[in-house]
């Protein structure tokens, strides 16, 4: 009989595995670049304003996606319906667009976020979850 540590480790290992994939490292490479050029006070002019909003998306869905695969489906890929990215995207749109704003000093309200928001969801929809999908068949 398997102990619950050796399901720990075993689940940790599949996600450490399964989330090592090239497009979502590559997310979290831009979100750190910007986030520490912004610190540093040297912006990065062209990419500054909206890039760390288009990755959100993609990254939280497919960290969604993976764990998903990973409990629920024992490790068979399944791929998220655009309605519920869509939807992701616009609760986030509502949550840091809409009411962060007036509860922070720091957030502040921009229609490009929102459309960035979108355009990384419906690039991870058509692109890496259909690439992610067809990996793991």
């Given at each position: 009989?398997?102990?619950?540590?050796?399901?720990?480790?075993?689940?940790?290992?599949?996600?450490?595995?399964?989330?090592?994939?090239?497009?979502?490292?590559?997310?979290?490479?831009?979100?750190?670049l910007i986030r520490f050029s912004r610190q540093a006070g040297t912006p990065i002019p062209l990419v500054n304003?909206?890039?760390?909003?288009?990755?959100?998306?993609?990254?939280?869905?497919?960290?969604?996606?993976?764990?998903?695969c990973t409990v629920f489906n024992q490790g068979r890929p399944f791929a998220f319906p655009l309605f519920h990215i869509l939807f992701y995207a616009l609760l986030t749109s509502i949550v840091f667009e809409g009411i962060m704003p007036h509860l922070t000093d720091y957030n502040t309200a921009d229609w490009g976020d929102v459309l960035a928001y979108f355009a990384g969801g419906l690039f991870y929809y058509f692109v890496h979850q259909r690439w992610y999908v067809q990996r793991n068949l």
């Open positions: 009989m398997r102990s619950y540590r050796y399901v720990d480790r075993h689940l940790f290992c599949t996600l450490v595995r399964e989330l090592a994939d090239p497009l979502y490292i590559f997310y979290w490479g831009c979100w750190f304003g909206w890039l760390t909003d288009f990755v959100f998306v993609p990254v939280v869905v497919h960290f969604a996606l993976v764990l998903g």
